[in-house]
T-cell receptor
Framework: DSGVTQTPKHLITATGQRVTLRCSPR?????VYWYQQSLDQGLQFLIQ???????AKGNILERFSAQQFPDLHSELNLSSLELGDSALYFC????????????????FGEGSRLTVL | GESVGLHLPTLSVQEGDNSIINCAYS??????FIWYKQESGKGPQFIID?????DKRQGQRVTVLLNKTVKHLSLQIAATQPGDSAVYFC???????????FGAGTRLFVKA
């Protein structure tokens, strides 16, 4: 158990809908990272938050947004869903160095599997 | 781009044999590298890491080799076991940076 909690584990929805994925980082970790993994593909970095602030952005679509709350949990919002958004969405957290810089490994949750029909 | 969107290459080995998984990284400034293992239905998990001031690092049954000249990493698994069947990702980062970039991944099948 990595200590990172993601909900829901599975989600099935229709095109055009909006969903919210939730992540609680490990106790003490201030950073949260979101990754997308499509079927049999690699991990695509979406976005990182550190202590409530956006720190780094990857290939995140404009239809997607995220935030990190004062209690450090994070939510990834996916809207106007398309079939191609079907994927595993992973959240990770890590202990950080100064200013939220990465110092080592990421601890991943078990992912939220999104299916868009 | 950040992570290559390709279908996963596959390596199939016999139980008990050694496995070698290769990875080419992209950023010459990357100075810290990590191998992750992802089992079916789970998130990636740390296996071993190496910093750029080293060429080789050994763990329990695993060894990582780093060739900075050609920007190449390899993961060697000794006496491969069925429990090693998984997808393996290399990851690179710049110390002090904010992003971990993952390679495309390799699926390892271990035949009993």
């Amino acid at each position: 158990d990595s200590g990172v909690t993601q909900t829901p584990k599975h989600l099935i929805t229709a095109t055009g809908q909006r969903v919210t994925l939730r992540c609680s980082p490990r106790s003490g970790d201030l950073s949260v990272y979101w990754y997308q993994q499509s079927l049999d593909q690699g991990l695509q970095f979406l976005i990182q938050y550190y202590n409530g602030e956006e720190r780094a952005k990857g290939n995140i679509l404009e239809r997607f947004s995220a935030q990190q709350f004062p209690d450090l949990h994070s939510e990834l919002n996916l809207s106007s869903l398309e079939l191609g958004d079907s994927a595993l969405y992973f959240c990770a957290s890590s202990p950080e160095g100064l200013g939220g810089a990465i110092t080592g490994e990421l601890f991943f949750g078990e992912g939220s599997r999104l299916t868009v029909l | 781009g950040e992570s290559v969107g390709l279908h996963l290459p596959t390596l199939s080995v016999q139980e008990g044999d050694n496995s070698i998984i290769n990875c080419a990284y992209s950023n010459s400034a990357s100075d810290y590298f990590i191998w992750y293992k992802q089992e079916s239905g789970k998130g990636p998990q740390f296996i071993i890491d190496i910093r750029s001031n080293m060429d080789k690092r050994q763990g329990q049954r695993v060894t990582v080799l780093l060739n900075k000249t050609v920007k190449h990493l390899s993961l060697q698994i000794a006496a491969t076991q069925p429990g090693d069947s998984a997808v393996y990702f290399c990851a690179e980062l710049v110390t002090g940076g904010f992003k971990t970039i993952f390679g495309a991944g390799t699926r390892l099948f271990v035949k009993a």
